[in-house]
């Protein structure tokens, strides 16, 4: 509660519209108290006198009124009845769907058709209609709007109870033969109440307004009482002579509406956790960049990552996913990195094209050289000519990463289009042999197929095809057969495999299965909370792992090539990265650890073409290359 | 598709013989002897005796629903006592109005509340985002019809653009431009509310959008950004944003009371409050089921774009 209230003191705007809605509230509040002069005692003599008229602050009215007067006492009722028709409202209304919502079955069925049927009216006509019926008059506007809100609230509170009644605590008080009654009145009414007052704060700006409106109208209230609404409805005639009658209390309606929204935004944002977690926002075209370490060039290999390191900045706290990660992916190699989720493995990947989210995601240093130049330095411009053309990107689940909307053969002859200056024809026969080359039957068919149409399988099999749709030098694959079964896994992984032989494809393989590893890729790095562990090539690795870490990972995979495996079977969790021990990351959860493991920075020891970051290694790597 | 129309067609019948229902109740609710409620100032002996008998208030009240009903699908939506015509003629002359004003007040807040809304969710943050969002902030929050006496004020009466009110001028007037001319400030005023509800779901539906993998996956692909806003994120946006069209629909045509009112605009709002003010009960009555009825018919169409828009819904 007290977090709550600080979230809505933090928002300014909130805290104004609140301040000026208790101040207008205080105002109707106490207005019979001001000396003020009756607001219905008409004076012809003084008839339109303008605004800061001696003993008339605002004027008068088109009979001599003064304005101040009538202001405060039509402010005054206006609040009033919006307030009233707002807890009518709210009172029938949640009162039917606590009854639908807790009671279900028929009645629910009943009550929610006719709910709906008041809904299929256009919102102000049905309020009309009953005015007709009742005749004008303040009242019969207050019912009026009152009603027409009724179906709002019975279909809220109705969705909240058909949640609770459900719950173990309504079951238990039926179980102690508490009565139907009982149940409503105890049980589920305190925990509907803070939804009810919810949506009356939402909807009460409205209901002011909406009786306003019906009062300017003619409809609501009658000389010479007047709500503001019919205060400009009787300034209306009067609108181009003299416009401060219209002006002062079409204002007033203006500034109660409006701080109660501002309020009322305030509240709703403060309540949703969304939005203070920060998933609302939006991610940039490219990642942010904001680099103190800029590795020189030129590079070498196809991709070079250069001491990368990627953090998210979420509020104060600083999570560094990626570590000054070095990898060089050769022409024609399929280098693998391996870790558990968390790992950082995947933010690498995204980082070479700038396609970490951002915010939260902020690249703090290092570099990727491709064909001497520095890709995380690029502008944007640049970054986009080459994404898909010379880097192209495979993804985990092809039917989130697909757009839902488009037919697959828009969205390959798109993959071409923003690269390549040609026609739409020709755009759509280079999308039929991407599709037959990753071997799709019945390619000319499948290629108007919506991505749900397709099965798993073939829409990872899309998700390949665009990725090769301009000859890309590098593939980088994210997980790409981590959501599908394991028959199609070999089938897609066999797949790569072909393409990497046919194309001379430099690939960079995201993955947490060892057995993937090792049907695939030449080298292997292997990542822990943000580093790389333990590097080489993969037969060298499987043989003889050098790090403990990569020597469970290992024992975790029973039969290589043989399905998915979670890494869970090593006991403890990776670390949080934002609180990383000064050493050796792993060793909270390493049988081997020592004292000195976890206090002393520990660097990447190489030798030769492997690599390991651990002090007591299982494997002496370099007695081992002398030997080799 | 046509077999999907059909259904939503025949799915239409009940909501719209509910309707019927609901306004015949309402109806009911007129206090004592309804006859002379009803006609109120032009109640003569005759007229009361002519009425009883129009309304069958001498037979039960479900017997009265089925013959009012049975002569409305006729096409006799009864008589009007202060127009002395029959009141579908009225509705009928008085609607082609109102539609003009709604649906171009319609077109204009779909196409600037979704503008708005892509814009402030593509600079979320930014200063056009702030503009855009304290602008929004300031249009659901003032009266359409306090706007609409704003307007005259400055654009007809100090700066003399546009005609203070009306749909044509009384002389010379009648033809396209002279409409336009017209139609300017009421079709603005009438659509602030609905752009700036609009704006605002369409911004936080673009949020949502933008976070998906798909975009991410366009990206990748080297889509242009202006494309990735624009088309990928935009089309699936509006999978979210069309139900609210049609619901926003609603509020434009039914909102158009007031603004009829206050730019003297010879619709079928204007002509209800009149009626009402009038007790002319039963052309209230016809009037309120035609519009009723005919947004039931606009929210099918709402429908049918949304299954063309969306392939996974089954049509
Ligand atoms: S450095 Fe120490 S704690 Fe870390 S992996 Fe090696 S032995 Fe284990």
């Not at chain 1, 009460?204 to 209230?221: H, K, N, R, Y």
């Not at chain 1, 660097?603 to 390991?612: E, K, Q, T, W």
């Not at chain 2, 659509?191 to 673009?206: K, P, Q």
């Not at chain 2, 079928?268 to 007790?279: E, H, N, Q, S, T």
């Amino acid at each position: 509660m007290i977090a709550f209230l600080k979230l809505l003191a933090r928002n300014r705007m909130a805290a104004a519209g609140g301040i000026v809605l208790s101040f207008v509230v205080a105002l109707a509040v106490v207005t019979p108290l001001l000396p003020l002069q009756p607001p219905d005692v008409t004076n012809t003599a003084n008839r339109f006198l303008p605004p800061f008229s001696e003993g008339h602050l605002l004027g008068t009215d088109h009979l001599g009124r003064d304005l101040l007067s009538r202001l405060m006492w039509g402010t005054r009722l206006s609040l009033a009845v919006g307030a009233a028709a707002a807890i009518i409202a709210a009172v029938i209304g949640s009162a039917i769907g606590i009854v639908a919502g807790y009671f279900g079955g028929r009645t629910d069925n009943i009550i929610m058709r006719i709910v709906d049927m008041l809904m299929a009216f256009p919102y102000i006509l049905l309020a009309l209609a009953i005015v007709a019926a009742l005749g004008p008059g303040l009242m019969n506007a207050l019912i009026a709007v009152a009603a027409v809100n009724i179906p709002f609230f019975a279909r809220n509170i109705r969705g909240v109870t058909v949640g609770l009644a459900g719950r173990e605590f309504i079951d238990a008080a039926k179980l102690a033969g508490m009565g139907h009654g009982r149940i409503l009145a105890q049980e589920l009414l305190p925990n509907v109440v803070p939804v009810i007052v919810i949506a009356m704060s939402t909807t009460i700006g409205w209901m002011i307004l909406e009786t306003a409106g019906l009062s300017f109208l003619g409809l609501g209230s009658q000389p010479p009482q007047a709500d503001l609404g019919s205060m400009l409805g009787e300034a209306r005639s009067a609108l181009i002579t003299n416009p401060h009658t219209s002006v002062v209390p079409g204002l007033m309606i203006f500034v109660i509406v409006m701080s109660i929204n501002l309020f009322g935004d305030g509240v709703r944002d403060a309540l949703d956790p969304r939005l203070r977690s920060g998933a609302l926002t939006r991610p940039r075209p490219a990642t942010i960049v904001d680099r103190d370490n800029v590795p020189d060039g030129p590079g070498d290999g196809v991709l070079d990552i250069r001491a990368l390191e990627t953090q998210f900045h979420v509020g104060p706290r600083v999570y560094r996913a990626v570590n000054e990660v070095s990898l060089a992916v050769q022409p024609g190699e399929c280098l693998g990195v391996i870790g558990e989720s968390g790992s950082g493995k995947s933010v690498t990947a995204l980082s070479v094209m700038g396609l970490v989210a951002s915010p939260p995601g902020v690249i703090t240093g290092g570099a990727v050289f491709h064909d001497g130049h520095d890709l995380i330095g690029a502008p944007y411009r640049d970054l986009r000519r080459l994404r898909g053309d010379k880097v192209a990107y495979i993804f985990q689940d092809p039917l989130a990463t697909l757009h839902p909307l488009y037919r697959v053969g828009d969205q390959l002859a798109e993959a071409i289009l923003v690269h390549h200056r040609v026609g739409k024809a020709e755009a759509r026969a280079r999308a039929v042999a991407l599709l037959k080359s990753v071997r799709i039957p019945n390619a000319e068919r499948r290629i108007d197929a919506y991505p749900h149409e397709l099965s798993g399988g073939m829409r990872q099999r899309v998700g390949i095809a665009m990725a090769l749709a301009n000859d890309p030098e590098v593939i980088i694959a994210d997980e790409p057969t981590t959501a599908l079964d394991v028959t199609v896994q070999a089938q897609i992984l066999a797949l790569l495999d072909d393409l990497r032989r046919e194309r001379g494809l430099s690939i960079l393989f995201i993955t947490h299965d060892f057995g993937v590893v090792a049907q695939l890729c030449d080298r292997v790095a292997v990542m822990y909370a943000g580093r790389i562990v333990e590097e080489g090539p993969t037969a060298e690795v499987l043989a003889a792992p050098a790090h403990p870490y990569t020597k469970r990972l290992i024992a975790c995979v029973p039969e290589l090539g043989q399905g998915r495996r979670e890494l869970a079977a090593i006991p403890g969790l990776p670390p949080a990265v934002d609180r990383l021990p000064a050493g050796c990351h792993f060793a909270p959860r390493c049988d081997k650890a020592r004292e000195i493991c976890g206090q002393e920075p520990l660097p990447l020891a190489r030798s030769g073409a492997r690599a390991v970051r651990c002090r007591f290694p299982e494997e002496d790597i370099a007695s081992q290359e002398d030997t080799a | 598709m046509g077999g999907y129309i059909l259904k939503r067609l025949v799915s239409a019948i009940p909501v719209l013989l509910g309707i019927t229902v609901i306004v015949f109740l309402i109806m009911s609710l007129i206090p004592g002897d309804p006859a002379t409620a009803i006609l109120g100032s032009y109640a003569t002996p005759e007229n009361v005796e002519k009425l009883n008998r129009d309304l069958g208030l001498d037979k039960p009240l479900v017997q009265r629903y089925f013959i009012w009903l049975g002569n409305m699908l006729q096409g006799d939506f009864g008589r009007s006592f202060s127009l002395n015509r029959p009141v579908l003629d009225e509705i009928l002359e008085r609607f082609n109005a109102t539609l003009i004003l709604a649906g171009t007040s319609f077109v204009l807040c779909a196409f600037m509340g979704i503008l708005a809304g892509v814009i402030s969710a593509a600079r979320q943050y930014g200063l056009a985002d702030k503009a855009i969002t304290f602008t929004v902030l300031i249009g659901i929050s003032v009266p359409s019809f306090f706007l609409g006496m704003m307007m005259i004020l400055l654009f007809a009466v100090n700066l003399r653009w546009l005609p203070v009110s009306g749909m044509y001028a009384i002389y010379g007037g009648g033809d396209l431009p002279d409409l336009i001319r017209h139609l300017i400030m009421p079709a603005l005023a009438l659509s602030v509310v609905a752009t700036g509800v609009i704006a605002r779901l369409s911004r936080s539906a673009m949020l949502e959008v933008l976070r998906q993998d798909f975009i991410r996956t366009a990206r990748a692909k080297g889509v242009q950004e202006r494309r990735v806003i624009w088309a990928h994120a935009l089309r699936a946006a509006m999978v979210s944003i069309i139900p609210v069209l049609g619901i926003q629909a609603g509020f434009v045509l039914s909102g158009s009371v007031y603004i009829e009112i206050v730019f003297q605009w010879p619709g079928i709002g204007r002509m209800l409050v009149d009626a009402i003010l009038k007790r002319d009960i039963l052309l209230v009555q016809g009037g309120v089921v035609f519009v009723a009825a005919c947004y039931v018919f606009f929210n099918i169409m709402v429908d049918v774009a949304q299954s063309l828009l969306d392939p996974r819904i089954k049509t």
